[in-house]
């Protein structure tokens, strides 16, 4: 039997357009995939409650089929991760310091801020918090989600995670 987990979120999301963003994020968490399609955005317009039960219904269908193995980053899961804490991730907040949280994993873009394609501003802007909305909402190319892993240092403790917990994704009411 699978243990039950409790999942909470609190969200500061007051538009229909950020719940929408929102639900997006656990969505494409769900489909096993970080950036959601375009096709997906475009079903997920739709304004009739029942379309968009219809929509993810959709999207639920096409996952379970799908022959893409699941994976967040990193792809090493056998790599011992040190878990650090958001109190920790929160003192390293400026241009000589630089820590995010994306997925519940900690990476130290420091090094990576001058060199970002984006600029470093945008980056600057999570930095010591998580960015994990702001990562998928920009949405970065499948290079960019690999190229994460270079300076990943650690994940969140699980009672600290938002996205992932030890058995699984684990999303519901979606
Ligand atoms: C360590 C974390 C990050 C990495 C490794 C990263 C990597 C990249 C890469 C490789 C690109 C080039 C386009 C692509 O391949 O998708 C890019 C573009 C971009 N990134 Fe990031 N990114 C990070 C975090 C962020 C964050 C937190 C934001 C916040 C908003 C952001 C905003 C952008 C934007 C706006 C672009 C588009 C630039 C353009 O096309 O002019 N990135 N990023």
Redesign the pocket.
């Known amino acids: 039997m699978q243990p039950s987990t409790v999942f909470s979120f609190r969200s500061n999301a007051s538009t229909v357009e950020e719940m929408d963003l929102l639900s997006l994020t656990f969505r494409s968490l769900d489909l096993r995939s970080n950036k959601p399609q375009p096709e997906d955005f475009l079903d997920l317009k739709k304004q009739n409650v029942a379309d968009r039960d219809e929509a993810w219904k959709k999207l639920r269908r096409r996952s379970k089929h799908s022959k893409e193995e699941p994976r967040l980053s990193p792809r090493d899961d056998s790599k011992q991760l040190k878990t650090i804490g958001m109190d920790e991730v929160a003192w390293h907040d400026t241009a000589e310091n630089c820590w995010?949280v994306?997925h519940d994993f900690v990476?130290d873009?420091t090094d990576?801020l001058t060199s970002?394609?984006?600029?470093s501003d945008?980056?600057l802007?999570?930095a010591g918090r998580d960015?994990t909305l702001?990562?998928i909402?920009?949405?970065?190319?499948s290079?960019?989600r690999q190229?994460?892993e270079?300076?990943l240092i650690g994940e969140l403790p699980t009672e600290e995670r938002i996205f992932r917990v030890p058995n699984g994704v684990k999303l519901t009411g979606f």
């Open positions: 995010v994306i990476y873009c990576f970002h394609p984006g600029g945008v980056i802007e999570y960015a702001a990562f909402g920009t949405g970065h190319s290079m960019a190229s994460l270079r300076y």
